[in-house]
Structures are given as C-alpha cells and as structure tokens.
C-alpha cells in the first residue's frame, strides 16, 4: 500500500510487505518518534488523514480504533490501497 505525507508536499512511499509504515518512512530520511516498535507505548502515534488503517496495537481504544482518525506506524498497517498521514 502507499503511504502519502500530508505535510510534506503529499510525498508517497510504497510500504512493501514484511515492512511498517515507521521502518519505509526511517529508510526515506523522514525521522519520526519512536521507541517500543512493538504498538505498546504509543510514542510512534499518528493522525490519519484518509484511509483505513489495519489496527494491531495495544495502545488504541476500541472507539479510537473505529474512527480511523489515528494510528500506531510502528505496526499498524492499511485495509485501503492508500493511506494519507498528517506527517
Ligand atoms: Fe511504541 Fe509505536 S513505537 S507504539
């Protein structure tokens, strides 16, 4: 699926199976906050814009999770071909 960054220009990167939203975006030079990787301390959360992530974190509210409003990139990935971030 293909991750767009809202604030950056609507720059695009393709997340390649096997890989997260957080590891495609560190390997492009976008550095982000991070630190458990494993979608349990919530540093890495971030607002989604359009799309429908594929929720797989322990941070996020059932609520929170049905809104599609947020998302943990260190592990959560994208139901939808396209997934626009507020980065
Ligand atoms: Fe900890 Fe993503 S880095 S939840």
């Known amino acids: 699926f293909t991750v767009v960054l809202a604030r950056r220009s609507g720059q695009e990167f393709t ?9 495609t975006l560190l390997q492009n030079g976008i550095s982000r906050n991070y630190s458990c990787t494993q979608g349990v301390c919530g540093t890495c959360e971030t607002k989604v814009l359009e799309g429908e992530p594929d929720h797989r974190d322990w941070v996020l509210s059932d609520e929170k999770k049905a809104s599609n409003s947020t998302m943990l990139i260190c592990c959560s990935l994208s139901k939808s071909p396209r997934l626009v971030l507020d980065i």
């Not at 997340?15 to 590891?23: N, S």
């Open 15 to 23: 997340v390649e199976p096997g890989m997260t939203i957080l590891e």
